[in-house]
């Protein structure tokens, strides 16, 4: 049995604004085993990238709060570790991609002094040894003229490249969890392939777990292993990759299906789910997905549906399907 990198109970993240509390994570419970990809997918807005951040605690206090929850990442309860303990799991045994990688390398520093600076933190290595790790790091991720790339500044670099360097800046310390928060949103088609094919090899390499956050269903195909399905702040489905692929359950999780380009369209309008995610200051009662599904019954409008265990490992929220699993 694989054994479990990650694993997060009841987590409720709030967040504290003057029009009313925000609840952006309502109860998230999930896990991630060693050496696999969990896909995260849903809508902007559904709380994917609060997840990621409260597992690193990095939700900024005020006016964001973890009220509730354990995080345990080996055996270690993050919750309860300082702030000193946070900074040495940070970049060492949990590195994070972000979305935009301009926005998270300083335009101000080279790329190698960025590199560098992790190497030495967390790896106590000298000026000389990390440079010479940089440049080997660079050139792992597929980086041409790495030894003269180093000393370039993040502008003078295309998307591509910039989150090529986030990866090697994010494997750096060899960690045992990469949390990827939409790692190719803004790469071109091409660029994205390439990355997805590159972090597949240095998982391959590395045993590394990963949390990989996408709203694109044909990258979740690509990568992930198995796959939750996060909306209005809670899992609404869970599901190894083929199975969800081969039959989604949740209403959700089927509008997310049909909403997906087909080239077999011939042209046809692409089916939207009606409506948009709900305020998160003004939430529906009952079902969170209640004013846009297209399958609700009294319950739904009067109470939330727990997340029920089906056979296979499945767990689904709804009240179409009683716990053994039956419509």
């Not at 209403?251 to 997310?256: A, E, R, V």
């Not at 997905?289 to 939330?304: G, H, L, P």
């Amino acid at each position: 049995m694989s054994k479990k990198v990650l694993e997060v109970k009841g987590l409720k993240t709030y967040f504290y604004t003057e029009g009313g509390c925000v609840k952006a994570i309502d109860g998230v419970d999930f896990h991630v085993n060693e050496g696999e990809t969990l896909g995260i997918v849903g809508e902007s807005g559904c709380g994917k990238s609060v997840t990621s951040m409260s597992v690193l605690r990095l939700v900024p206090n005020p006016p964001g709060v973890i009220e509730e929850g354990e995080i345990t990442f080996e055996g270690k309860k993050i919750l309860e570790l300082s702030e000193s303990e946070m900074r040495s799991i940070r970049g060492n045994d949990i590195s994070m991609i972000f979305q935009e990688p301009m926005t998270s390398l300083n335009p101000v520093f080279t790329v190698g002094f960025q590199l560098n600076e992790v190497l030495m933190l967390h790896k106590g290595l000298s000026k000389e040894e990390a440079r010479k790790e940089s440049i080997a790091l660079l050139d792992t991720v597929g980086i041409p003229r790495a030894d003269e790339v180093i000393d370039d500044y993040p502008f003078a670099l295309s998307g591509g490249m910039r989150q090529r360097v986030m990866i090697a800046m994010a494997l750096a310390c060899s960690p045992k969890l990469l949390i990827a928060d939409e790692p190719t949103t803004a790469l071109d088609v091409t660029i994205q392939a390439q990355v997805l094919e590159l972090m597949k090899n240095l998982q391959k390499d590395y045993n590394t777990a990963i949390m990989f956050i996408t709203h694109d269903l044909n990258v979740i195909a690509e990568v992930a292993d198995r796959v939750i399905v996060m909306y209005a702040g809670r899992v609404v489905e869970e599901a190894d990759v083929f199975d969800l692929f081969d039959e989604a359950m949740h209403p959700y999780t089927i509008g997310l299906m049909n909403s997906k380009p087909d080239m077999g369209t011939n042209g046809d309008e692409l089916y939207a789910i009606p409506g948009t995610v709900p305020n998160p200051l003004f939430r529906p009662v009952g079902c969170q997905f209640n004013t846009r599904c297209e399958k609700t019954m009294d319950i739904c409008f009067k109470e939330d549906a727990p997340l029920l265990n089906l056979p296979n490992g499945r767990k689904v929220r709804c009240w179409l399907y009683d716990k053994g699993g039956n419509k």
